[in-house]
């Protein structure tokens, strides 16, 4: 997966610091009509709870746009997430192989947008991005960790060593 982060650079169309820094008026004017966001890590802390200030932006967000939420995560999870974004009218879907192209065509077909106008915002390049790149999101925005710019459970080492290598592979990307 890394040789093919490094092949297509393009993977990541705009870097910003948190989900809070898009620019989501821009998208807006650009035809983006629906919004993907990754959970861990980009709305909250790794398997934390989504923080009450990022619920309240997502309920605003949600009078503009179509809200997605695509995790990889288990079954249980996804309940708390469904229970928590319950006054969201935001679509969950919990696919265990990202970044296979499923959970994000899912999330495209529920709401019956084309993918060139969704965006998909996350922390991870390999998995996040790198799903929407193939399943031909329009905008695939990469975000700070969550942890690494907040309290919060951090992701485990493994994962933190990945998006290092990720972020090396894809270096002089500009931040916008």
């Known amino acids: 997966m890394l040789r093919h982060v490094a092949k297509h650079r393009s993977v990541a169309t705009e870097n ?76 969950v879907s919990s696919f265990s192989n990202k970044p296979s192209i499923k959970g994000f065509t899912d999330i495209v077909k529920h709401y019956d947008v084309a993918s060139k106008n969704t965006a998909m915002v996350g922390d991870r390049i390999g998995m996040d991005l790198w799903g929407a790149h193939r399943a031909r999101i329009g905008r695939r925005i990469v975000v700070e960790p969550y942890s690494s710019r907040r309290a919060g459970r951090r992701a485990p080492l493994y994962y933190r060593a990945i998006r290092k290598t990720e ?10």
């Open 16 to 91: 910003v610091q948190s989900v809070f820094d898009v620019n989501y008026a821009l998208l807006k004017e650009e035809g983006i009509e629906l919004l993907i966001f990754d959970v861990d890590d980009t709305l909250g802390g790794y398997h934390d709870r989504i923080p009450r200030n990022v619920i309240v932006f997502l309920k605003d967000l949600a009078q503009t746009f179509r809200i997605g939420v695509l995790s990889n995560c288990k079954p249980d999870r996804k309940k708390y997430l469904v229970k928590t974004l319950s006054g969201i009218p935001a679509y």
């Open 167 to 176: 972020n090396y592979l894809l270096r002089g990307r500009k931040k916008k």
